[in-house]
């Protein structure tokens, strides 16, 4: 189960100490203007030791493209991309040889597979999460040429206990790197900021929330029953390895659900834009969350690790989001009625 997507599919591989990672992406149509640098822009927002906040592993992540793309275009044929990896400390996991980590798949892995790669947790490792990146960039240089009025945008709603506003319409991404954290709220990401590095100094780690906005979508968009764009968001964020659960519909959802169905239909905001599993014009919203990362104390200090995940998984998250959407693009242009 290394492929995701029905037509525009998604293979990736490789391990955080191997040589490199890399993605493969099968479907996207010839013709759609792609360059090394588009990919690059997504990756460079991912990419480890950005900042004070997160991991000290230094990694340029240079995206080579392989096939597929010529002059420019897309030929139509898989396109396949790789990260070659520059900075392993593979000999800091020398003891996790034989000592499982609580709240990783190091165990589980174990039992499962009776071998596994202990280096910084292997096809495990968050650092997967730059082959989905360059989907995610792939998927997002298909719609912007087949369906322009797409705008995806998450940010980082929650940090331990402190809690974003909600922006107003039309953030950007721009908006949203400004700060290291990657919250525009103004009132709290500096507090943020330094409980991220305190828990970084102390070997302990926290949790929190991504919001994520997508303006645009036409009305229809997904399928009935199991495609439901829900369904398809639900599997992709949910396969994100520190996500922890997925919510549907306003920041301030799990707020308005205690209210009697004649308040809670009264607001046409409440389905996050979608209705009957269908988008319905309206921005979708899903907010991911996050369990604090699991290396804690004395293998937080002795290794290089992320203390707060959110920050650099924002692009994953816009990566994944777009992934489904150009699938489900692709899908309903396959069909004798289209949007």
């Not at 480890?48 to 997160?54: E, F």
């Not at 009776?114 to 096809?123: C, E, F, P, T, V």
Request: glycine content about 12%; charged content about 25%.
């Amino acid at each position: 189960m290394n492929t995701f997507g029905t037509l525009f599919r998604m293979t990736t591989f490789g391990e955080s100490h191997g040589p490199a990672l890399g993605t493969i992406l099968d479907g996207c149509p010839a013709g759609v203007p792609l360059t090394r640098e588009q990919i690059q822009v997504e990756l460079d927002r991912r990419r480890p030791g950005q900042s004070a906040i997160t991991t000290a592993r230094s990694e340029p992540d240079q995206v080579e493209l392989l096939s597929g793309v010529f002059e420019g275009k897309t030929l139509g044929t898989p396109i396949a991309a790789i990260v070659r990896n520059t900075n392993q400390r593979s000999g800091d996991y020398d003891k996790l040889k034989a000592e499982d980590r609580p709240g990783h798949a190091d165990s589980v892995w174990r039992e499962r597979f009776k071998h596994r790669d202990h280096r910084g947790g292997g096809r495990t490792s968050g650092r997967e999460t730059l082959c989905r990146v360059i989907g995610g960039a792939i998927a997002e240089a298909y719609l912007a040429r087949d369906l322009p009025s797409v705008r995806t945008v998450a940010y980082v709603s929650q940090v331990g206990d402190l809690v974003a506003a909600v922006p107003p319409p039309g953030l950007t991404r721009a908006q949203v790197d400004a700060h290291a954290t990657r919250c525009p709220d103004e009132r709290v990401r500096e507090e943020m900021s330094r409980r991220i590095l305190a828990a970084k100094e102390a070997g302990d780690s926290l949790g929190g929330s991504i919001d994520v906005r997508v303006e645009g979508l036409p009305v229809g968009l997904g399928e009935p029953i199991f495609g439901k764009v829900k369904a398809l968001i639900a599997q992709a964020l949910g396969s994100i390895g520190a996500v922890t659960g997925v919510v549907w519909g306003p920041p301030d959802l799990l707020e308005r659900i205690g209210q009697p169905g004649t308040v809670f239909h009264s607001v046409k905001d409440a389905y996050g834009g979608i209705q009957g599993g269908l988008a319905n014009g309206e921005p979708l919203q899903v907010r991911a969350y996050f369990k604090p990362p699991a290396t804690l104390m004395d293998h937080a200090k002795g290794g290089r690790h992320d203390p707060c995940i959110m920050p650099r998984a924002v692009p994953v998250l816009e990566a994944m989001v777009s992934l489904v959407i150009a699938d489900l693009v692709l899908q309903l242009n396959a069909r004798p009625h289209t949007l």
